[in-house]
């Protein structure tokens, strides 16, 4: 895996080599942290005040404290400056700082950093799998971008290993809610469907984006309970996130989906792209 040069630590770029984080933070102890992921294109983060926001609201679900606009846009803008990329995956982290061993906190500052790396295309279409584990809706992490991201690897691995791109899972009431870095859509007699954020699915700001998009340009949408049995009968689906965009599927558990050629996926990302055309900050 090659890692950036440099990355940048509570108001410092450092040499990656160099970098240290204390064993003692709570992120690494507990998983007691918040983050967010953009692209930039051409220099400049894609949609920064809708994620920053949502890394506020985490924050303040977590009792971390979140960092203003500038510092956190600026932090975004010298990493990706001192590890010369001007298209790169960019991830913001701040975690509670130093605690001790337990879910009890410290009293520490909380901990930042900001990596970057290239931006990597996605295949056309991908390929999804049902994992036997669910999201539980009434979690204290439902809907925060939480660091505590164990389950998701697991699935994802488990995804993997059967030759699936994503993971997708149910909430605790046999409902469709999300993908492991993921939202879903599903298109079944026309109409484009996605759960709604009470199926315990995380906020994603292309999911947002996406909803918008579709109703400028005319699409009917709806965000209502689906019952994950719905997935071996919908018309289509795709996924959505920040690296995604509008991410047609080929697949689901094995069951062969228009991919590209669907109709309707078609439009949606025509809207989105549309939506967003020209706008680093839609």
């Given amino acids: 895996m090659n890692l950036p040069t440099h990355i940048w630590i509570n108001g410092h770029i450092s040499h990656t080599a160099e970098a240290r984080i204390s064993p003692f933070d709570h992120g690494f102890l507990v998983g007691d942290g918040v983050f967010e992921t953009l692209v930039a294109r051409g220099g400049r983060p894609f949609t920064p005040t809708r994620h920053w926001r949502r ?12 960092p203003d606009y ?6 975004m803008l010298a990493t990706m400056q001192a590890n010369g990329l001007s298209d790169a995956r960019v991830r913001v982290t701040l975690t509670s700082g130093d605690g001790p061993l337990g879910s009890d906190r ?7 950093t900001v990596a970057v ?34 389950g998701n690897v697991r699935a994802l691995a488990l995804a993997h290993a059967e030759g699936a791109g994503e993971a997708i899972f149910a909430n605790t009431r046999d409902e469709l809610c999300e993908g492991t870095g993921t939202n879903i859509f599903i298109v079944t007699a026309g109409v484009v469907k996605t759960p709604p954020l009470s199926s315990g699915c995380l906020a994603g700001v292309t999911r947002g984006l996406v909803l ?25 689906a795709f996924l959505t996130s920040s690296t995604r965009d ?6 689901i558990d094995q069951r062969p989906m228009p991919g590209v050629e669907g109709a309707v996926t078609q439009r949606v990302a025509q809207a989105f792209r549309d939506f967003v055309a020209g706008r680093d900050d839609p």
Avoid: F, Q
Avoid at 55 to 66: E, F, G
Avoid at 106 to 112: F, L, N
Avoid at 246 to 251: F, G, I, M
């Fill in 117 to 150: 790396t290239p931006l990597k295309p996605w295949p056309p279409t991908d390929t999804v799998m049902t994992v036997p584990w669910t999201r539980n809706e009434r979690c204290a992490l439902a809907g925060i971008k939480s660091t505590s991201y164990a």
């Fill in 55 to 66: 890394l506020v609201d985490s924050c303040k679900a977590m009792n971390i404290t979140p």
């Fill in 212 to 236: 918008e998009a579709c109703a400028a340009a005319g699409i009917a949408v709806e965000e209502v309970a689906i019952p994950i049995a719905a997935l071996k009968t919908c018309d289509e």
């Fill in 246 to 251: 509008v991410h047609p599927l080929a697949k």
């Fill in 106 to 112: 410290g009293d520490s500052m909380a901990t930042m």
């Fill in 70 to 75: 500038d510092t956190y846009l600026n932090a």
